[in-house]
């Protein structure tokens, strides 16, 4: 016990005691052989419903994209619509974390965290609602995102197409749901959008890796929540059978990626990194790799930082990182 509690960082009680026990609880709710106990695992998912009663000046709707693959997404609206421009309130397109496996736009921790960048950012949020591992593999969570992505552009949505600003959209994803964010970029680079413009990448602790096992990933190894056994069972359930963590997919820079950006008009983009995440070696080469191929991008480390650590307003790190988001933001809305 004394070697886990040397890799965890001094936290309040309350984030502590909710990575440790979500870690304890995925542990449990997965099966040898790569199956998922989801019905167990609802007992402890706690669901809010939308609300167009404004809640702290954000009001909620969720739409529906398709019903069969229950594709849909949660918006939500400032009250307050005013902008400096006129020109409607910027978008965020948001995808959620949970290893492809947990979580959902409506999980109260989302829901929470979506609640506060719509109202602190003065943005309109668009969480979106993907297929989940293991039942669906790769690459539905890429597919779905995307697909959300285009069903917004086509579409005209009573209090929303009248409000937002579609050319000031940046994506916006924390751990799995940055690395959608990253591939979803990449695909939408070659549809064309009558509406949408994205003009930044808010990518928060991204969840990459590849075969070898980097520094972090030894040093940390009973971190809170995030752990090599979690992540490596994450990948085998995620891939395509034969394949292994240089895929593409998982190793965006690795030997195995195919898609050059250097040429691609890939929006600036944002990492955040926290020191006690056993996955900040592979954000750290996310940003790199970006930089490589001549790309704007900015590294933001808190050394006392878990993975998850945004969702927590208690934690000093959260509110330093809703101001650093706030200022990417209006730096990329003034260009």
């Known amino acids: 016990m004394a070697q886990n509690r040397s890799q965890w960082p001094e936290l309040p009680w309350k984030p502590k005691l909710s990575l440790y026990f979500l870690g304890l609880l995925s542990d449990v709710v997965r099966l040898s052989g790569g199956s998922f106990n989801r019905f167990s695992m609802s007992f402890f998912n706690f669901r809010t419903s939308s609300s167009k009663k404004p809640i702290k000046g954000v009001k909620t709707t969720d739409i529906t994209v398709d019903k069969k693959r229950n594709l849909w997404f949660r918006l939500y609206s400032p009250s307050a619509t005013t902008t400096t421009n006129g020109g409607g309130l910027p978008v965020i397109f948001f995808i959620h974390g949970g290893g492809f496996t947990l979580f959902a736009p409506n999980a109260k921790p989302y829901d929470d965290f979506c609640y506060r960048l719509a109202r602190e950012l003065s943005a309109i949020i668009i969480s979106v609602n993907y297929r989940l591992l293991p039942e669906h593999r790769y690459p539905c969570q890429f597919d779905d995102a995307l697909d959300a992505l285009k069903f917004i552009d086509n579409s005209r949505i009573e209090g ?9 959209c940046f994506m916006a994803g924390d751990s799995a749901g940055s690395n959608i964010v990253h591939n979803v970029i990449l695909k939408a680079s070659k549809c064309e959008f009558s509406n949408i413009k994205i003009i930044g990448n808010i990518s928060i602790q991204p969840f990459f890796g590849g075969e070898e096992r980097t520094e972090s990933e030894l040093r940390l190894t009973k971190a809170l929540f995030v752990s090599t056994a979690r992540t490596d069972w994450i990948w085998r359930s995620f891939l395509p059978d034969g394949s292994n963590r240089d895929h593409p997919a998982v190793n965006v820079f690795g030997p195995n990626y195919s898609v050059d950006i250097t040429g691609m008009k890939f929006p600036a983009t944002i990492v955040f990194v926290g020191g006690y995440d056993p996955l900040q070696d ?42 650093k988001v706030k200022d990417f933001m209006q730096k990329q809305l003034a260009i």
């Open 282 to 323: 592979w954000q750290k080469k996310y940003y790199e790799g970006l930089k490589k191929c001549g790309k704007e991008a900015y590294l933001v480390e808190y050394p006392n930082a878990p993975h998850g650590f945004y969702v927590f307003p208690e934690l000093p790190e959260s509110d330093l990182f809703i101001t």
């Open 160 to 168: 929303f197409s009248s409000q937002a600003n579609l050319k000031q």
